[in-house]
């Protein structure tokens, strides 16, 4: 049997090797060509072979060099576009040269396998369906109610070995999204932790800031925006909300999260640049275009004795995007 | 020829040795027979894979360097610009691999143009194989295990991405933060799960880490094990002409002429990357700075896998809706969330959709021109063209300005143009299907009409013999390697 097969595998090579110098010739051949004889043709094939391993010779030669310009390049300092540059040129050469003698100094065939069929004969379907029931279920078959407590483990396994890849990955929620650092009274301070004091920013001006104690606290950044010289009421209720024209609102965009951080003076616009809401300043940061579904939550601010911005409270709505639990709060 | 059976000396040292242990020379054989068609699209699953091992000798690389962890440190590094800021290591070792590790810059952009040739290369693969018919049976558990493998590139992108804790990056993160919170009842609890705790947090770079370089890569690795044995369990599937037919394969066998020309692909894909990273910047962290929660750039785009929902945000409307005593925000939850889930469970369903409306659930091996199937040829171009629109639609903010005109015309423009041009490209691609096939001869290449004089003086027109090239006219008929030999 070995041998009958080995022998079939043997005069196949030698019926594919021979293949590949006459499927090249036969396809020459296939140009029609008056005038011209066959040994003209066997000659121009033969100088077309000649010249493409001419080509093959020089794009390795080319390829060798280049790896050597890699080596020198990254030798005095690895500059990246000639490092890059010497790779990707000796690379491609080298790839030019394999190429050239994977397409017209190897056997190109066409040739041909035949498949196999992929479905088993019912017969190989019985002898599967044997083994798997008759030899293999019927040992449970008959100790059902073991079956039925190895199922019960097994799966009680499943679930408490998942606990800690579930619950063990992170706190609760909580009220952790329903509040901010600010507190009554709390002081505006910058990223810096300078507190801010009325006069610090002209009419026009913008500046981000922070509760006293957490300059750059991801939930309780604001922005601080001075529209006017006077209190400006955005909404009925907040009267008192902005002394000597300056307004907080939260600078979590309501929409994915993204800090507000472009503000234009002349339409009084605050907008996102990860989505493009657009927020009116004066009318309580209320969304105008974009996705935002909600305004940017107001801080209510104040000034103490000695001029320094302070807040009144702390936001009175969860600030950025929507959540699930929003509303229950 | 000696006791091994061998004539050539050297093979019955090496590989009887192996012979002996593993059956090699009958393996061997068998493998070196199998046959690849020649078809340039049957290229584009290599380039993806040939990506991928890039992907991983670069990565591996960055690896050495990279430290995965959100400590705020103070940089002191060799970049001016950032000298005295508050950086995490991860950006500062990201930086100082760029800047300080020779070699390290090619190597990172490598890494990233890479990525981005991986998930190109995977999707222009995948649409060959709809568009060709390939994932009818018996492969449609391998079109399952090749859209497993697109979702996994395009985490991995994704996770790779937001490992330098750069400003653009970390703002993608709050928005995939955003993104989970927006999933109904389980939402935040996700969220605060897989951050361990509120955004930002100090969990989630190393949890990237080591989800980036180990959990998806190894799930990756193996799937492309599996995808390539059940292609060389199944064999390929072919395009019809001359002596290919159901029951066979027609083309190069592996060994020697497919071994070198796709050694040559993935050496001129190396090569292509390489020149991506040597000459076209991409992703410089040191410019975007250091990811801080309050700060945010402008006109940034993720890279291109992404924009897709990126666009979606952008063009959905604020249609957050407040009921049964919950927040719904579907402003995000439809776009981000619904949509890519819809997407890949379409692509999971497609060769059973249409295997049960189309009535078909015979065994395919030869594919299908996509002209013969006007409808899925139109439904796929269709669903194409929205993505390509909502890939547009990443782009608002830098249209407006390069246009020169408002956001809100550029929004209205891809609101309107996202609904119309899926039916529109996807009408006139099954009339021009239905057209071609109707035409006799189209898509054939042209046969010349010679035109002789005869002595007489009279002239005679006659058709020329096909083009030597052309397929059809292939006067060779395949000479098979193993002859017909009735394998058990």
């Known amino acids: 049997m070995d041998t009958k097969e080995n022998g079939e595998n043997i005069n196949a090579v030698s019926k594919a090797g021979n293949l590949s110098a006459g499927n090249n010739s036969h396809n020459l051949a296939n140009h029609t060509c008056e005038g011209c004889g066959r040994s003209d043709l066997a000659e121009q094939e033969r100088r077309r072979l000649r010249a493409l391993e001419v080509v093959a010779q020089l794009s390795v030669i080319g390829a060798l060099l280049c790896f050597i310009g890699v080596g020198v390049t990254y030798w005095v300092g690895g500059q990246n576009q000639f490092l890059g540059g010497f790779l990707a040129a000796g690379l491609a050469l080298l790839g030019i040269g394999v190429i050239v ?97 009325v006069d610090d920013l002209e009419v026009g001006g913008i500046l981000t800031v922070f509760p006293e104690g957490h300059a750059g606290s991801s939930m309780s950044q604001t922005i601080l925006i001075r529209a006017a010289s006077l209190p400006i009421t955005t909404r009925k209720g907040r009267e008192t909300w902005s002394p000597h024209g300056y307004l907080g609102f939260s600078k979590i965009c309501t929409h994915a999260g993204c800090p507000v951080g472009l503000y234009e003076e002349q339409s009084q616009q605050l907008l996102c640049p990860c989505h493009q809401s657009i927020f009116d300043v004066l009318d309580g940061a209320v969304p105008v275009f974009g996705p935002a579904p909600r305004p940017l939550p107001q801080l209510p601010l104040g000034v103490d004795e000695e001029g320094y911005l302070r807040a009144r409270s702390d936001f009175l709505e969860p600030v950025g995007p929507g959540f699930w639990e929003r509303t229950t709060a | 020829m000696n006791s091994t059976g061998y004539t050539n000396g050297k093979l019955a040292g090496s590989v009887d040795w192996m012979d002996q242990r593993l059956g090699l020379a009958r393996i061997g054989r068998k493998i070196m027979d199998k046959i690849f068609p020649d078809h340039w699209s049957f290229m584009l699953g290599e380039i993806a894979l040939y990506s991928f091992i890039v992907l991983v000798i670069t990565g591996v690389f960055l690896t050495l360097y990279y430290v995965p962890s959100s400590q705020q440190i103070i940089y002191h590094g060799s970049y001016l610009p950032l000298r005295g800021r508050r950086v995490s290591e991860a950006y500062a070792s990201t930086v100082n691999l760029s800047l300080n590790v020779r070699g390290g810059l090619l190597m990172r952009q490598m890494h990233h143009w890479a990525a981005d040739v991986f998930t190109a290369a995977i999707v222009i693969h995948l649409c060959r194989i709809f568009f060709t018919g390939a994932f009818r049976r018996p492969r449609e558990l391998n079109w399952i295990v090749g859209i497993i493998l697109l979702i996994l590139a395009i985490s991995n992108g994704f996770t790779g991405y937001s490992l330098p804790d750069d400003l653009i990056s970390g703002t993608g993160l709050r928005i995939m933060f955003s993104i989970i919170l927006s999933i109904p009842v389980i939402g935040t609890y996700l969220g605060f799960f897989i951050f361990g705790g509120n955004f930002p947090g100090k969990l989630i770079i190393p949890r990237l880490y080591i989800i980036h370089v180990f959990i998806i890569p190894i799930i990756i690795a193996g799937l492309l094990g599996m995808h390539l044995g059940l292609l060389i369990y199944h064999k390929h599937t072919q395009f019809s002409g001359k002596g290919r037919r159901e029951q066979n394969v027609v083309g190069s066998p592996l060994w020697p002429t497919f071994v070198a020309k796709t050694t040559g692909l993935f050496l001129m894909t190396f090569a292509f990357i390489a020149a991506l990273g040597a000459f076209i910047q991409i992703n410089p962290i040191w410019q975007f700075g250091p990811y801080q929660p309050y700060k945010i750039s402008y006109a940034v785009q993720p890279d291109w896998y992404m924009g897709w ?103 209205w423009s891809f609101r309107i143009t996202v609904v119309i041009v899926p039916i529109a490209i996807a009408f006139l691609t099954y009339k021009i299907c239905k057209e071609l096939t109707e035409t006799p001869y189209s898509g054939q290449r042209k046969r010349a009409v010679v035109m002789v004089r005869s002595p007489q ?25 193993e002859p017909e030999s009735t394998q058990a």
Do not use: C
């Open chain 2, 309 to 411: 929902l990126d666009g979606a945000m952008r063009i959905m409307p604020s249609w957050e809706w407040t009921g049964f005593g919950h927040t719904w925000p579907l402003e995000v939850f439809i776009p981000a969330v619904a949509l890519p889930g819809l997407t890949f469970t379409l692509l999971f369903a497609w060769p059973f959709l249409e295997a049960h409306f189309g009535k078909d659930k015979a065994e395919h091996h030869l594919l299908d021109r996509p002209r013969d199937k006007p409808l899925r040829t139109a439904i796929g171009a269709g669903a194409l063209s929205f993505y390509v629109v909502l890939f547009g639609a990443s782009a608002t903010d830098v249209l407006a300005n390069f246009f020169q005109t408002s956001l809100n015309l550029v929004l």
């Open chain 2, 457 to 481: 003086g009279g002239y005679n027109a006659y058709r020329a013999d096909p083009h030597p090239d052309t397929k059809a006219g292939q006067v060779a008929e395949p000479v098979p390697i």
């Open chain 1, 101 to 197: 003698i994977g397409k017209y100094f190897m056997p190109q065939g066409p040739f041909v396998e035949q498949r196999h069929e992929i479905s088993s004969t019912v017969q190989q379907k019985q002898l599967f369906e044997e083994a798997l029931v008759e030899r293999g279920g019927s040992a449970f078959k008959r100790r059902k109610f073991l079956g039925v407590l190895m199922g019960a483990s097994a799966t009680m396994f499943g679930i408490t070995f998942a606990f800690p890849w579930i619950r063990s990955l992170g706190p609760l929620p909580g009220k952790t999204l329903f509040q901010t650092w600010w507190r009554p009274g709390s002081r505006v301070v910058t990223v810096h932790g300078r507190p801010v004091k």
